[in-house]
């Protein structure tokens, strides 16, 4: 059974604009007069009608020009927006057809989320921001699912926090503030609180996007572990050199799914890394 199913996607957005306004030039865009004659009804179609489906265990990345949907389909797949049309099956749920409270509980138990700018709280220590998503599970709403759980008290919360950071090698940190942290660590932080409520998949967008290069190889590398311990990475990424180092690479373009490839040989992050410190310790000597 697939972790990720989507079929028939797709995701318009409507909007109003006023007769006579140009309407700036999107390619799916398509306008149409609406019954209030003093308006037209433009569409976006955004996703026109997408059919992936991702086992466990794959890293995936998403790619595609600007404009091409990635960010709409991204919502989609964390369950932030529901599409116009089309069913999203995750982890045996058929998410289009939940309420509201299903979806949330979807949103924050299934899915674990790294974005470009870490996302984390500033006056909270590493432990503290990977405890989070475990605090907000305690909040749910008593449902039939939620019943099912068993509390956690405060120091098995604690215990599976710092498990999540020694995961990602921030044992040691563990009490610091994210502007102790280096941007590689915060994110380091970030993956951590994604996987401590060990989600069916993990959802990346443009992960390394903040990061330099050695911070961006080691962030990759931990993914590349990740996913060789059985993680099912999804990644929006603009960069083929990252792509690289994913096992699959799927391609969008004006709203729909135009290609599906396996990468051939994947690139080592840790591998490109090393080479890269070895030629930074070069340079650094060189310039000695
Ligand atoms: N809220 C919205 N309302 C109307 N149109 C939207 C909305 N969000 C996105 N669109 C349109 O949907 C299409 C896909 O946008 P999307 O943001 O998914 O692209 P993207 O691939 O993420 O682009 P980028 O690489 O620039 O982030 C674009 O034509 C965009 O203008
Ligand atoms: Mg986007």
Redesign the pocket.
Known sequence: MPVIELRGIKRE?R?EAKQGARIKG?K?AVSGKNADSSRNAVV?R?LRGIDFSARKGEFVSVM?P????????MNILGCLDKPSAGTYTLDGIETSKSDSDTFAYIRNRKIGFVFQSFNLLARTTALENVELPLFYRRREKQSSMEAAEKRQSAQERKERAAKALGDVGLRERMDHFPSQLSGGQQQRVAIARAMVNDPAFILADEPTGNLDSGMTLEIMGLFQELNRQGKTIIMVT?EPELAAYTRRIIT?RD?ELVSDQLVKETRSAMDDLAQWKNEHSLLAEGDA
Do not use: E, I
Not at 66 to 73: D, E, F, R, V
């Open positions: 957005y909007m999107s799916n976006v955004a595609g600007s404009g091409s949907g990635k960010s709409t389909l603009h969008l709203g």
